[in-house]
């Protein structure tokens, strides 16, 4: 770095919006409770491989709520369409994930349980990737109720108990139909 003596980082500048450095890595938190949940421990070990890949790709969000083409993951894994398919159709079957195949999204349904929000920027992350997501009323209502099931828990930070209004704030057509169902 020239012109710096002291070891410290530049400031940044404020040329423009931010590129993500590629020494960076991202990183999300795969809890080891994994290996012990009752329902993982019944998967085949191609279907535990399958729920780790999806955990763990490069389009892979904090909430677990991202676009992931079928092809993308078949080609990532080297493995047939037919064989993603069938194993993204278990996937959900057992309850573990949400995929729809004509928007493309996936949801993880615990993903929010293991890793939350955990500052302004974070939160301010999560509804902008949120926004982004092609229209699905119904998997978008489900990933409110995961947020508040998941982020409203005692002992966890301010930012990740503040997720679930802040949804409801941002999503306040589908915030409004989902109290009016849980309220019966």
Known sequence: MAGSTSGELPAPS???PRM?????PRY???ACQFWD????????????????YTLTNKHRTLEGF????????????NWPLRRVKALMEELCHVGFAR???KTRLLLIRNALK??????????????????????????????????????????LS??????????????PHIAKGHQAVTDV
Do not use: W
Request: glycine fraction near 6%.
């Open 14 to 16: 404020n040329d423009g």
């Open 20 to 24: 993500p450095r590629p020494d960076v």
């Open 28 to 30: 999300f938190r795969i």
């Open 37 to 52: 949940d009752e329902a993982v421990s019944q998967f085949s070990d191609q279907l535990k491989l399958f729920a780790l």
């Open 66 to 77: 991202y676009v992931i083409p079928a092809e993308y993951i078949a080609a990532d894994l």
């Open 99 to 101: 995929y729809d195949p």
């Open 114 to 155: 293991y890793q939350q929000p955990d500052s302004l920027n974070v939160q301010k992350g999560v509804l902008a990737r949120v926004h982004g997501l092609p229209d699905n009323q119904d998997m978008l209502r489900e990933f409110l109720t995961l947020a508040r099931k998941h982020c409203l828990r005692k002992g």
């Open 158 to 171: 301010a930012f990740a108990q503040g997720l679930p209004a802040l949804l409801d704030r941002e999503f």
